[in-house]
């Protein structure tokens, strides 16, 4: 089992930056991705970016340019920093782990992100 939870989520006005994080714990070894999704307010939950084990980022054109996913192994933390944010960005935010041969088994309570005009 995983456990994930996130944090560092809040109200920000536009144009202003966020650094979300995830601490994993629990049976980690067979986790071959983590990844981020948001859920906006009234949507459906959309995949934002993930990073791999090997350290290979990836982004939603969605949001590049203004989001970047990052990991420090040391701490078992996923990161999520977001610039320049706009009211779009808005929603609930989630980190979740991909075992080997899986989809996202494994997921956080989400942290709330509110961008205000």
């Known amino acids: 089992q995983v456990q994930l939870v996130e944090s560092g989520g809040g109200l920000v006005q536009a144009g202003e930056s966020l650094r979300l994080s995830c601490v994993a714990s629990?049976?980690?070894?067979?986790?071959?991705?983590w990844g981020w999704f948001r859920q906006s307010p009234g949507g459906q939950r959309e995949w934002i970016a993930a990073?791999?084990?090997?350290?290979?980022?990836s982004v939603a054109s969605s949001v590049k340019g203004h989001v970047t996913v990052s990991r420090d192994v040391a701490k078992n933390t996923i990161y999520l920093q977001m610039n320049n944010l706009e009211p779009g960005y808005t929603g609930f935010y989630y980190c979740?782990?991909?075992?080997?041969?899986?989809?996202?088994?494994?997921w956080g309570q989400g942290t709330q992100v509110t961008v205000s005009s």
């Open positions: 990073i791999t084990n090997n350290g290979i980022a």
């Open positions: 629990g049976t980690l070894s067979n986790i071959e991705a």
């Open positions: 979740a782990a991909k075992p080997v041969g899986r989809g996202y088994d494994f």
